[in-house]
């Protein structure tokens, strides 16, 4: 995919310790990303030798990542899990990031007015100006990601049925602070809630409902893995929620997202491992590091192409390549 080029002595750009990444865009042959790993941790992206934010790199190159932090997407905070959702749904909905700009701003102006009409700097009139995109923004939020949820249904129990196919159904599921009654759309559950927690809003000095406060909850056969499974089922239900995104982001445009794996082999069951294997063997690139290659199924090492990073008489990192 690309080269790994060596540290700075080599590419003439790069800190020490440092090393740059560049790749074609699958979308454009004529399109070239790079990234440069700076001392410090510092980055450098250019796309066809223009810097360019982060952001950026979302029109160019696509990419589903599992990482070992991710086992916190199910026993850790519910911000985890909305910023997931919010990285799933922003490429099904071309306004999502409009739409959660809007909220933002709505949201932190909510909260500078409640926290003055708390110290009795203000009338509570006041926050009628910023209901109205708070609740058009909010509503169009949710709505995208329930949609998000009803795409990702069948992939996932899918993914989850290809890992470990005796292990039942898994599901996500939406948890939100201004769930819809019989009859109401997402906007008039944020009206209604609005009103229902005006007082404690006041007497709090903050917005008390909202997308910013929902949750996703994963169920296995209808319980919540976070609190009875094991640690080899919550990873398999992350990596089954990976390679659904995967397999979402694919037919947008019939392009497979790259998918990066760090430790992605580690407490899963032989039968488990086995299934993950074939999956990622359909793939047409992956990218898996380790720190133990013996941990990487032997029929992947042998089909792979393999770098290592290896210390500098520096004390820096140069990337090889060759089998380990």
């Keep these: 995919m690309g080269r790994v080029a060596a540290p700075a002595e080599e590419n003439g750009e790069a800190t020490s310790g440092s090393a740059a990444l560049a790749a074609p865009s699958p979308e454009a042959p004529g399109v070239a990303l790079e990234l440069t790993l700076l001392a410090g941790g510092r980055k450098k992206i250019q796309v066809n030798g223009v810097p360019r934010r982060p952001t950026a790199l979302g029109e160019h190159l696509r990419t589903v990542l599992f990482a070992p932090e991710e086992m916190l997407l199910v026993i850790g905070p519910p911000t985890l899990r909305r910023t997931a959702l919010d990285g799933m749904t922003g490429p099904h909905d071309p306004s999502y990031a409009s739409n959660m700009a809007t909220y933002g701003r709505a949201l932190q102006q909510r909260n500078s007015l409640l926290r003055a009409i708390r110290d ?16 058009a923004a909010g509503a169009a939020i949710v709505t995208a990601r329930l949609r998000l949820l009803e795409l990702l249904a069948e992939p996932l129990a899918a993914a989850h049925r290809e890992i470990a196919p005796a292990e039942g159904r898994l599901t996500a599921s939406y948890s939100s602070n201004a769930a819809q009654l019989p009859g109401e759309s997402p906007r008039d559950a944020l009206t209604r809630r609005l009103r229902e927690t005006a007082e404690k809003e ?84 992956a990218f898996i590091t380790t720190t133990d290659p013996a941990d990487i199924d032997a029929d992947l090492r042998r089909r792979a192409r393999s770098w290592q990073v290896v210390p500098d008489e520096d004390g820096g990192a140069r990337i090889v390549e060759g089998k380990s």
């Design 202 to 285: 006041a007497w709090n000095g903050s917005t008390l409902i909202g997308p910013h406060r929902d949750d996703l909850v994963f169920n296995l056969d209808g319980r919540d893995i976070a609190t009875f499974s094991s640690r080899g089922q919550q990873r398999t239900a992350i990596l089954a929620l990976k390679l659904a995104e995967l397999d979402l982001l694919t037919e947008l445009d019939g392009r497979p997202p790259l998918l990066l794996l760090d430790d992605v082999f580690s407490e899963l069951d032989p039968v488990r491992r086995g299934h993950l294997v074939r999956r990622i063997s359909e793939l047409p690139q």
């Design 120 to 135: 009795g700097e203000a009338d509570r009139d006041q926050l009628r100006l910023w209901d109205e995109p708070f609740v």
